[in-house]
C-alpha cells in the first residue's frame, strides 16, 4: 500500500493519535520508525520557531465539513492529512462566510480597483477572505481586508519557513501577525509548479463561493474556478473591457455559463446568503 494509502487507512480505522502512534512506532509499516520520527519532531520544532502550530483532523478548528468534499476524489486530490499554520485566525478555519477572490498576477489597474471594491463590500458584511497571497489580484484581496481588520486566509504552496512569492514578504509577514497563513506542506519545503495546482483545490474547497476578478483566457486561476465547478462552489466572475485580454478569462467563464456575472461584492453577498 503507498504510504498516503496507508496513513489515510490507519486514520479512518484508529483515529489522529493512535494513528500516529502506530506510525511512530514502526508497527504500522517497517517504513516508518525512528527516521521518520526524528524528521516530524524537526517540523514540529519548526514551526513551533515560527510561531505557529500543526492543525490535525481531531482539532476543533479542523474545517472538517469544507474539506470533506476533497475525499470524494482521488488520492492526489483528496483533502490534506494536516494543515500546518500561522497567525492569529485558525478558527477562521471553520467560518461560515469565507469567500475565495483571485485573478491574475499580472492584474490590470482595473483589475486591482475592481478587487479593491468587492473585498471592501464583502469585509463590510464580515466575509472571510481567502486567496493565495500571489502578486496581483490576490495580493491585493489581502492587503485590503487587512487594512479593514477583515478575516484574511491565505494558502500557500511551500512549507510556512518562507515567504512565496519572494516579492510579498512584507505582505506575507503581515498575514502572519495579523491574518491566517495555512500549507499542507511542512517547513522546509519548497513551492513546485504541481503544489501550485494542488493549492488550487484548498483555495475552492475552503470556502462558500469564488470570485474571479480579473483573468486572461489561459490564466492560472482557470484552475481554481475549475475547482469551484467540481466542488459546487458558486462561481462568480467580474467583467471587463471587451477589447482586453486581461479580462478574456471571465468573460469565457460568463458565456460559458460557468460563473454569474457580479460587479460588486454586495452582488456576492447577496448570492450567497439568499
Not at 494543515?83 to 471553520?94: H, I, M, S, Y
Not at 519545503?189 to 483555495?203: F, G, K, M, N, S
Not at 485580454?245 to 460559458?256: E, K, N, V, Y
Amino acid at each position: 500500500m503507498a504510504a498516503p494509502q496507508l496513513v489515510r487507512g490507519l486514520l479512518a480505522v484508529y483515529g489522529p493519535m493512535e494513528a500516529a502512534d502506530r506510525l511512530a512506532s514502526g508497527s504500522a509499516d517497517p517504513r516508518f520508525g525512528e527516521h521518520n520520527r526524528g524528521h516530524a519532531r524537526e517540523d514540529l520544532a519548526r514551526i513551533a520557531a515560527l510561531g505557529g502550530r500543526l492543525l490535525t483532523r481531531d482539532d476543533a478548528a479542523w474545517p472538517a465539513d469544507r474539506l470533506a468534499d476533497l475525499d470524494t476524489f482521488d488520492a492526489a486530490a483528496m483533502a490534506p492529512l494536516a494543515l500546518w499554520t500561522r497567525g492569529l485566525g485558525v478558527t477562521w478555519l471553520t467560518a461560515d462566510r469565507a469567500v475565495a477572490v483571485t485573478g491574475s498576477r499580472a492584474c490590470t489597474p482595473y483589475g486591482l480597483a475592481v478587487t479593491a471594491d468587492i473585498v471592501s463590500d464583502l469585509a463590510r458584511h464580515k466575509w472571510t477572505i481567502v486567496s493565495g497571497a500571489g502578486y496581483g489580484v490576490d495580493a491585493e484581496a489581502h492587503r485590503v481586508a487587512l487594512d479593514a481588520s477583515a478575516p484574511t486566509i491565505a494558502v500557500l504552496a511551500n512549507g510556512l519557513h518562507r515567504p512565496f512569492p519572494p516579492g510579498n514578504a512584507d505582505l506575507i509577514a503581515r498575514l502572519a501577525a495579523d491574518g491566517l497563513l495555512i500549507s499542507e506542506y511542512p517547513p522546509g519545503v519548497e513551492t513546485a509548479p504541481d503544489r501550485l495546482r494542488a493549492r488550487q483545490r484548498l483555495i475552492a474547497a475552503l470556502t462558500a463561493g469564488v470570485v474571479v476578478c480579473e483573468t486572461g483566457i489561459r490564466g492560472s486561476t482557470r484552475g481554481t474556478a475549475a475547482w469551484a465547478q467540481r466542488l459546487a462552489r458558486p462561481l462568480f466572475a467580474v467583467p471587463g473591457p471587451i477589447t482586453s485580454p486581461a479580462s478574456s478569462g471571465c468573460h469565457d467563464l460568463i458565456r460559458a455559463g460557468h460563473a454569474r456575472l457580479v460587479t460588486t461584492g454586495q452582488h456576492i453577498h447577496d448570492a450567497l446568503t439568499r
